[in-house]
C-alpha cells in the first residue's frame, strides 16, 4: 500500500491544507463483539452533548451505515470507506471533507482487524486514525489480556488507542478482565459494556435490522449512550491531522453525460441499499435523482431511466404483487425503450416470480425470464468486476437467493480473487440486471452508459 499522505498529529506536515479533529477506529477481533452497537453509542453520547458526529463504515456495508447515520443525528449519511471498490484517495477525500466542519469523526472497521486484503487495519494505517478494538469478553476473563495484546502488536504500524471489553456480566468480571491487562502489556483499558439486551440491535438473514423498522431504535441507542457515559470513552479521543487528498477532483474533468438525465430511484423498505457516492456521482454527472416507491405508490416519476438497488423484496411480497400499477407503469417505462438498471433485490423485484424462506410466492413485475427463490444459506458474497455494457465497474454480492431461469447472461462478475464463477449480468433490450451492487464512482463512464436514454 503506498504511503498515506494523512499522517498522525506529531508527524511532519507538508504545505498543504490540514485539519485537525477528534478520530477514532473502532473494530474488533472478528464480528459479533458489539462495533456496530459501540460505533453507534459513541455517535448517540456525542451527539446529545451537542458534537457535530461524522460517521463512516469500512467496506461496502448498507445496513450498518443507516444505523449510524441515524445515530449521528442524521445530518449526513455515513459514506463507505472501501480501499478496494473506492480506491485510496477516494477514501481520504471523503474524511477531509467531513473533517472541514465535524467535532468528531468515527470510522467502523468490518469484520476482524485483519481480515480481508485490504483489511481494517490497512485503512486505519492509511488515514492514520487510532483504533479501538471492542472485545466480547463472553466466557473470557484473563484471556482478555492476551486478546488485546495480539491485536496491538500483530502489526506496528498500526495506530492502537486501546481496548473496551463488551458484553460483561458483572463488575467481578470486569475485575478479572483487567487483571489480563497487566501493566508492562501498556495497553489502555477504555473500561466495560454491560450485558444487557435493552441496547442490543435485532438482526435478520443480511444482518441487521434496517434502522427505519426498529421502533425503539432512539431508546436503545439512548440507553448504550449511556453506558458509554460509564467508560473512558465519554472523553473525546485525540485530534487526527487530516491532510487535503493532493487529487482535487476525483471525477474527469468532463464527466457531464448525464446533463438533463432524469433518473427515478426506488427507495423504501423494499429497496433501500443504496451508496450514497452513487448517488453523488449520478448528481455530480449532471442527473436529476427521483425518489419513489414500488410498496405505494401507483405511477412512476417522470424520468428518462430507472435505478432498482438491492434490498428485502422477499419480506414485502404481497405489497409489490398487489400494486398492479406500478407493474403496469414499468413494463411501459421498458417498452418505450427506457434505461433500467437493477441490482439484487431490484433484480428479484423484476423477474416473474419471488418465493420467500418459508415457500411463499408472489408475482413479480415479469422484465426478465425466470424466478427467484431465498434460500436458508448464504449463496454468494465477495468482491468482483463487473463487466457492464459500459465498461467494468467494482462491485460487491452479497445474497441469499438463487434465480432459475433461461435467460443467457451477457457477462459475468469476475471475483477479487478467482475462487469461483462470478455472478451473472442480464440484459433485455435497456433493462441491465444482476446481483451485483456496483460502485459507480469506480468508473463513472461505465455507470452513466447505463441510464443514458
Known amino acids: 500500500m503506498s504511503d498515506s499522505v494523512i499522517r498522525f498529529p506529531d508527524a511532519p506536515q507538508h504545505q498543504v491544507p490540514h485539519h485537525r479533529v477528534p478520530a477514532l477506529f473502532i473494530s474488533a477481533p472478528a464480528s459479533h463483539h458489539g462495533k456496530t452497537t459501540v460505533t453507534a453509542a459513541l455517535a448517540r453520547y456525542h451527539t446529545l452533548r451537542g458534537l457535530r458526529v461524522r460517521v463512516f463504515k469500512t467496506g461496502p456495508d448498507f445496513l450498518d451505515p443507516m444505523l449510524l447515520a441515524l445515530a449521528a443525528g442524521g445530518g449526513h ?77 500483530f502489526r506496528k504500524d498500526v ?49 441487521l435490522v434496517q434502522a427505519a423498522e426498529v421502533v425503539d431504535l432512539y431508546a436503545r441507542l439512548d440507553r448504550a449512550a449511556e453506558g458509554i457515559g460509564n467508560t473512558k470513552l465519554a472523553d473525546l479521543p485525540p485530534a487526527v491531522t487530516f491532510e487535503r487528498s493532493q487529487v482535487d477532483d476525483l471525477l474527469p474533468t468532463l464527466t457531464t453525460p448525464l446533463c438533463g438525465v432524469r433518473i427515478g430511484i426506488a427507495q423504501d423498505a423494499a ?51 398487489d400494486n398492479p400499477s406500478m407493474k403496469a407503469a414499468l413494463r411501459e417505462h421498458h417498452a418505450n425503450d427506457k434505461p433500467i438498471f437493477a441490482e439484487c433485490g431490484g433484480m428479484l423485484y423484476l423477474l416473474e416470480s419471488l418465493t420467500d424462506k418459508a415457500g411463499k410466492r408472489a408475482n413479480m413485475v415479469g422484465l426478465l425470464r425466470g424466478h427467484a427463490i431465498m434460500q436458508g444459506r448464504l449463496q454468494g458474497l465477495g468482491y468482483q468486476s463487473a463487466a457492464m455494457p459500459g465498461g467494468v465497474l467494482r462491485a460487491h454480492t452479497f445474497h441469499h437467493s438463487v434465480i432459475e431461469t433461461e435467460m443467457i447472461p451477457i457477462a459475468r462478475g469476475e471475483r477479487l480473487h478467482n475462487t469461483s464463477a462470478g455472478e451473472k449480468i442480464f440484459q433485455q433490450g435497456h433493462l441491465v440486471a444482476s446481483y451485483l451492487h456496483c460502485y459507480f464512482p469506480s468508473n463513472p463512464v461505465a455507470a452513466a452508459q447505463l441510464f443514458l436514454p
Open 77 to 153: 449519511p455515513a459514506y463507505q470507506l472501501d480501499l478496494w471498490m473506492a480506491g485510496e484517495e477516494a477514501c481520504r477525500k471523503m474524511v477531509w471533507d467531513a473533517a472541514q466542519d465535524a467535532d468528531l469523526i468515527l470510522i467502523e472497521g468490518v469484520m476482524g482487524l485483519f481480515d480481508g486484503q485490504p483489511s481494517s487495519a490497512d485503512l486505519a494505517v492509511l488515514l492514520g486514525v487510532p483504533i479501538l478494538a471492542v472485545i466480547d469478553a463472553t466466557g473470557m476473563a484473563q484471556t482478555f489480556g492476551a486478546v488485546a495484546y495480539g491485536l496491538a502488536h
Open 159 to 207: 495506530p492502537f488507542a486501546g481496548v473496551l471489553a463488551n458484553a460483561v456480566a458483572s463488575a467481578r468480571h470486569a475485575e478479572m478482565l483487567q487483571e489480563g491487562l497487566r501493566p508492562d502489556l501498556n495497553i489502555p483499558y477504555f473500561g466495560a459494556l454491560l450485558r444487557g439486551k435493552d441496547f442490543a440491535l435485532p438482526e435478520r438473514h443480511l444482518g
Open 271 to 321: 429497496f433501500s441499499f443504496l451508496y450514497p457516492a452513487n448517488l453523488d456521482c449520478l448528481r455530480e454527472m449532471g442527473a436529476t435523482l427521483h425518489f419513489f416507491s414500488p410498496l405505494s405508490d401507483h405511477s412512476l416519476p417522470d424520468v428518462d431511466s430507472l435505478y432498482f438497488p438491492g434490498g428485502y423484496p422477499e419480506l414485502h411480497l404481497q405489497s409489490l404483487q
